[in-house]
């Protein structure tokens, strides 16, 4: 099965509750995509769900592409309809294991991020904020015709460390009243 817009029929896939609301966490998960080699184009990774009938959910996946690519995506659904399908386009030269997460800021925002080495991670596309926080998250795999060509989980995390970068934002008052934008007078800073 697949999950995407109107269509929910994927079985077995494995979710567990979120953090609740106000608190910041991540969902993680170490992937072995050595296998991932097949001619139907093959997916794995992270869903963050909220409900079915309407759909609202997002797949954070790697993908198997069978014009032989790999890339990295997500497909966020909300009421039936694929609201966004971003992805990083082909990358090239990946090791047999990737990463991918989400992050939330315990408030409205969940990040989808990959990485190949565990360390840095890079957003795929942008931050998706219309799910809400009442969502469960796990793990999801499509594997096409071909069950030899299967990824293979090493872990899957929820983890309530504080991983949400901060938000912060800055207004200086008072016009500069010099040459080249120097203040004349002291600014107030908020």
Excluded at 58 to 80: C, M, Q, R
Aim: net charge negative.
């Amino acid at each position: 099965g697949d999950m995407i817009g109107g269509t929910a029929t994927a079985q077995n896939v494995l979710l567990q509750p979120a953090p609740p609301a106000g608190e910041t966490w991540a969902a993680t998960t170490k992937v072995d995509v050595s296998d991932l080699t097949g001619a139907d184009g093959q997916q794995t990774g992270l869903v963050v769900w909220q409900r079915e009938n309407p759909n609202h959910f997002a797949k954070i996946t790697f993908i198997h592409k069978p014009d032989g690519s790999d890339w990295f995506e997500y497909v966020l659904t909300t009421n039936n309809n694929t609201v966004r399908l971003p992805n990083t386009g082909a990358v090239n030269n990946l090791p047999d294991e990737i990463y991918l997460r989400v992050v939330s800021d315990g408030e409205s925002t969940i990040t989808p991020q990959y990485s190949v080495d565990g360390e840095d991670w890079l957003p795929i596309g942008e931050p998706i904020t219309e799910l809400g926080m009442d969502v469960k998250v796990g793990l999801k795999i499509s594997a096409g015709s071909d069950a030899a060509n299967m990824a293979r989980y090493d872990w899957f995390r929820v983890d309530c460390a504080d991983r949400a970068a901060p938000r912060t934002t800055a207004a200086m008052s008072g016009a500069p009243g010099g040459e080249l934008g120097w203040h004349t007078t002291p600014p107030t800073m908020t």
